[in-house]
């Protein structure tokens, strides 16, 4: 079984829900979560980084503010380079998460920026995987899956209310759905990373 690893920081909630969702979406395809919460920037970090280094995969999440990730999640990135010394997560599964209240809000300037967080770890992204809805604009309802159109990582959008009512059904599954995928790909990246260990020594 592999261990998908779900690092997040969330400000009011909503990224949060999010997160539990991807935990979700992890179990579906029967592997193990391990839900990650980034508390603040004062805090110890190196029990999550522990946590990230013995994952087989990562799914990072955070809010977008200001048009990029949040400052606590960039505060815990920074902190990550005591694995990038050691190289801990080089070839590592990673995929990404983020949430604003705007449609666009510049997501994906976060989406990019957890993407290069791994990649400056030497770890292979996951895109989203899922399309978006081949409808007009008007017919995107909050049921609609990846329903603002990203790519790159999972980019939803919640409504100034509760984290209980958003974001909406369609975000919420979209966020299951990239926990699933993640999940599935570990287990085939584990099985290759086996058979290539395997015709290795045979040679």
């Known amino acids: 079984m592999t261990t ?25 395809a029967g592997q193990t979560p391990v839900l990650l919460k980034i508390e603040n920037a004062a805090q110890d970090f190196a029990p999550l980084i522990e946590e990230i280094t013995k994952a087989d995969a990562v799914i990072f999440g955070a809010p977008t503010y200001m048009g990029d990730v949040s400052g606590v999640f960039k505060v815990f990135a920074d902190a990550t380079a005591s694995a990038w010394f050691t190289g801990a997560w080089k070839d590592k599964l990673a995929a990404g998460f983020t949430n604003s209240h705007s449609f666009a809000g510049d997501k994906l300037h976060a989406l990019n920026s957890l993407a290069i967080l791994a990649a400056q770890h030497g770890m292979n992204w996951v895109s989203l995987g899922v399309p978006a809805p081949a409808v007009t604009a008007a017919e995107r309802g909050p049921d609609s899956l990846n329903r ?18 958003t974001p909406p059904a369609g975000d919420r599954e979209t966020a299951r759905l990239l926990g699933e995928r993640v999940a599935k790909a570990a287990v085939r990246w584990a099985v290759g990373a086996s058979a290539a260990a395997d015709l290795g020594k045979a040679a």
């Open 4 to 28: 998908v690893a779900i690092p997040y920081h969330s400000g009011y909630g909503h990224t949060e829900v999010l997160a539990q969702k991807v935990a979700e979406g992890v179990r579906d």
């Open 148 to 165: 603002v159109g990203a790519f790159l990582g999972l980019a939803a959008q919640s409504d100034n209310a509760s984290p209980e009512i």
